[in-house]
């Protein structure tokens, strides 16, 4: 099954830009993910070819039209039946490694990309749509957060990165972030190469790699280091019926 990208856009050559370069790339060659982005802009009923209008209660900016939206995301979704519907915005919920790995087992995704001040809000109303958001930042367009999630998606596809393990023990996987990297020269500007790594002992590797890793994400993320505390004391759900069958 080939995951299918349909970027809504303004700028259509946007796409697949970067993600036409190396892993995705050549993934996109061997069919393996398709992009098919649809220009916003084709959907507009004026001469002008008009997208945008000023904000119903003034303000600064233009705001991205609900008829014009909808034209281009009901012309999308017919054309790509069961692709979910998502939209880049900053008042989207964050993206995890959780959703991703769940977007990249379907079939792909509808990813409308804003700009300007944004989308007139009711097509949210008007449209089952997933908002997205990949931080706590304000970017020129969604077209960048598309390519950020399309690249996110891309490479967990079967043979994209080789090994089926590549990834696991990466940032976000498992609730953590990496564990540090070293490779040759053993000594480098008078710094070596932790002697653990070089012992041939996998299991004391493994133990100092989980240890960094819950050490750095401790003290650079301590949010994450919080929800993967919680994560790690709640008991499973057979726990929780067991103790409440007890309590009765």
């Given at each position: 099954m080939t995951f299918a990208a349909v970027p809504l856009?303004?700028?259509?050559?946007?796409?697949?830009?970067?993600?036409?370069?190396?892993?995705a790339g050549r993934a996109l060659e061997a069919g393996v993910?398709?992009?098919?982005?649809?220009?916003?802009?084709?959907?507009?009923?004026?001469?002008?070819?008009?997208v945008d209008d000023t904000p119903a209660g003034g303000g600064a900016g233009m705001v991205l039209k609900a008829d014009v939206l909808a034209?281009?995301?009901?012309h999308a979704v017919a054309a790509n039946p069961?692709?979910?519907l998502l939209a880049?915005?900053?008042?989207?919920?964050p993206v995890t490694q959780r959703r991703i790995r769940d977007l990249s087992a379907g079939p792909g995704a509808i990813i409308l990309c804003g700009r300007f001040e944004g989308f007139d809000e009711r097509i949210f109303e008007g449209r089952p749509i997933e908002q997205l958001s990949m931080g706590d930042i304000i970017l020129s367009g969604g077209e960048m957060g598309a390519l950020l999630l399309?690249?996110?998606?891309?490479?967990?596809?079967p043979g994209v990165?080789?090994?089926?393990?590549?990834?696991?023990?990466?940032?976000?996987?498992?609730?953590?972030?990496?564990?540090?990297?070293y490779t040759r020269p053993?000594?480098?500007?008078?710094?070596?190469?932790?002697?653990?790594?070089?012992?041939?002992?996998?299991?004391?590797?493994?133990?100092?790699?989980?240890?960094?890793?819950?050490?750095d994400t401790r003290l650079r993320r301590p949010d994450l280091w919080e929800r993967h505390e919680g994560a790690r004391d709640r008991p499973a759900s057979g726990a929780r019926r067991k103790e409440k069958d007890t309590r009765t």
């Open positions: 856009t303004l700028y259509p050559d946007m796409f697949p830009g970067p993600l036409g370069h190396s892993m993910w398709s992009c098919a982005p649809v220009q916003i802009r084709d959907f507009a009923t004026d001469r002008h070819r008009t034209a281009a995301i009901d069961g692709l979910p880049m915005t900053p008042r989207g919920a399309l690249d996110a998606c891309i490479r967990l596809l990165m080789g090994a089926a393990s590549s990834g696991d023990d990466e940032s976000f996987e498992n609730g953590l972030l990496e564990y540090p990297h053993v000594t480098w500007e008078g710094r070596t190469i932790p002697e653990v790594l070089r012992s041939g002992d996998h299991a004391k590797i493994a133990a100092w790699r989980k240890h960094q890793a819950e050490v």
